[in-house]
């Protein structure tokens, strides 16, 4: 794992959209696998500014998002593809056809996991995973637990990330109790992962991943067996 320390969020922001701008330059179909929360919202509007600058091109590239409340629908302003078009989507040229989401309406939920994998394979997998961290060391929506699922699943949020993301709900009752996510398997997969991470709240996870110590209470730590991870964390999350 590599690790680079940045000043603040700003910078933290700026690194992540280098290294973005840089794997699009190198690979113009690159298959990115992205994340929400308020962690990825400045890499977006890095990479819509550069974008909008004619330095980067999003014709080719395809996108999967890791998770999905559920259920919810997609024009609902707290739907994760509600946060993708207002950050990114709308942002870039991106074709519509090339963005994925796992469909937070679908009406078997089991079915539109087992076909969101298949369809993250027919297109030969993801080159560059984004990720952040839950406070309680959960990636995507996996959530601390005595066993972790490998593919993209219907998963029960925990009171912890429900009480965290009642922030951007009218209250935490409004938060949905389930999710569809990816599992451990479809992160993992992925060739190159950038873990961001900004903020004091994310000190204990990102301790617990550096220590090198592997847990499925707290699912970060499993990036330790990837073999291409670079952790971009500002100074906050490092402990100042
Ligand atoms: C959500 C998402 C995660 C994200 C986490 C952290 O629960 N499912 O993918 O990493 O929140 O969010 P934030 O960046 O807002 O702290």
């Given at each position: 794992m590599r690790l680079i320390t940045c000043e603040n969020y700003a910078e933290m922001s700026k690194a992540a959209g280098l290294m973005v701008a840089g794997q699009i330059a190198l690979k113009p179909n690159s298959v990115l696998g992205l994340a929400t929360g308020s962690t990825p919202e400045g890499l977006y509007a890095e990479l819509s500014r550069m974008y909008a600058n004619k330095d980067?091109?999003?014709?080719e590239v395809k996108t999967f998002n890791l998770d999905e409340y559920y259920?919810?629908?997609?024009?609902?302003?707290?739907?994760y593809y509600y946060f993708m078009n207002q950050h990114l989507y709308s942002k870039v040229n991106l074709k519509a056809e090339n963005v994925h989401i796992?469909?937070?309406?679908?009406?078997?939920a089991e079915a539109e996991c087992v076909a969101y994998d298949k369809l993250i394979d027919d297109n030969c997998g993801i080159d560059l995973q984004i990720l952040g961290i839950g406070n309680?060391?959960?990636?995507?929506?996996?959530?601390?637990?005595?066993e972790l699922s490998a593919g993209t699943h219907l998963v029960k949020l925990t009171e912890n990330t429900i009480e965290a993301n009642?922030?951007?709900?009218?209250?935490?009752?409004?938060?949905?109790?389930t999710a569809l996510t990816s599992g451990m398997a479809t992160i993992m997969k992925a060739r190159k992962i950038i873990l961001m991470v900004s903020g004091a709240n994310k000190r204990e996870p990102l301790a617990k991943l550096l220590a090198g110590k592997i847990t499925t209470d707290c699912?970060?730590?499993?990036?330790?067996?990837?073999s291409d991870v670079t952790i971009i964390a500002d100074k906050a999350a490092m402990g100042g």
């Open positions: 980067l091109d999003f014709s259920p919810i629908d997609r024009a609902n302003d707290q739907s796992p469909n937070g309406s679908a009406a078997n309680n060391g959960h990636i995507a929506f996996n959530e601390p637990a005595g009642s922030r951007f709900f009218a209250s935490a009752d409004d938060v949905p109790r699912p970060v730590t499993m990036l330790s067996m990837h």
